[in-house]
């Protein structure tokens, strides 16, 4: 079993969804034989919002790569973020580090490629709907990928930031997420959505979305702990 090291903070909510599922998943998977060990290096999550907004890509990939490498000396073997927005510095952490880590878009893509989808939205913070670094493995794929307009991606990126980072989730923000998820649907014949925020798996989800739901934590952890078991 190889052990796990995880960044974690960015927010506190998904690092424990994280935590809880990876002991969880392998202890199913191994028939109760085992649990993978676990370092999570939590990192000042107002810190990382503030780099992120005020563009210190420079700052953020550095404080980031500080953690990985502490995670790296703890004889971690599978490293990954635990969040989607802190992989638009995966780049500069991966040079910085020399670890590899465990990437969410890679992974997403893979599963909406298995699916056989042609045409997805995104859901996510302003930084993720805004840039480049969930959209290029679907681009990579051949796979289009749409996000809302202005005044629907500020709604969304709000309603993370003030609501699910800190656990709260309320039916009418599930109410209008859906309307924007439709809206994308009506105007771009999207296939599926993909929740590229670790924290929207705790407001929408197969059951209550309009349409299909490309869970990007979800993906992510069952890759991780098929990986720890590699």
């Given amino acids: 079993m190889k052990k796990l090291g995880l960044v974690g903070g960015t927010g506190p909510e998904s690092t424990v969804m994280y935590y809880k599922a990876l002991n969880a998943l392998v202890d199913e998977a191994t028939g109760g034989a085992c ?19 005020e563009g210190r890509r420079e700052d953020l990939a550095t404080y980031l790569s500080d953690k990985v490498m502490m995670l790296k000396r703890s004889g971690a073997e599978v490293v990954a973020l635990t969040a989607v927005t802190m992989h638009m510095v995966c780049e500069e952490i991966e040079k910085q580090t020399k670890v590899p880590l465990v990437r969410i878009p890679e992974a997403v893509c893979e599963v909406a490629a298995a699916r056989g989808y042609r045409r997805v939205g995104l859901l996510g913070t302003a930084a993720t709907m805004e840039g480049d670094f969930m959209k290029k493995a679907f681009w990579d794929a051949e796979i289009e990928i749409v996000v809302p307009e ?14 699910l980072e800190f656990g709260v989730v309320k039916k009418s923000t599930r109410q209008e997420l859906n309307a ?24 929408l989800n197969d059951e209550n979305a309009v349409l299909p739901c490309l869970d990007a934590m979800k993906i992510h952890i069952e890759k991780l702990a098929t990986l720890a078991q590699s």
């Fill in 35 to 53: 649990m993978p060990e676990i370092t999570i290096e939590s990192v000042d999550f107002r810190k990382t919002w503030a780099q992120t907004c």
């Fill in 150 to 163: 202005e005044e629907d991606c500020a709604l969304v990126a709000r309603r993370i930031f003030e609501e």
């Fill in 180 to 203: 924007v998820i439709k809206k994308l649907k009506d105007r771009h014949n999207i296939e599926a959505v993909v929740l590229g925020c670790t924290e929207l798996p705790l407001i």
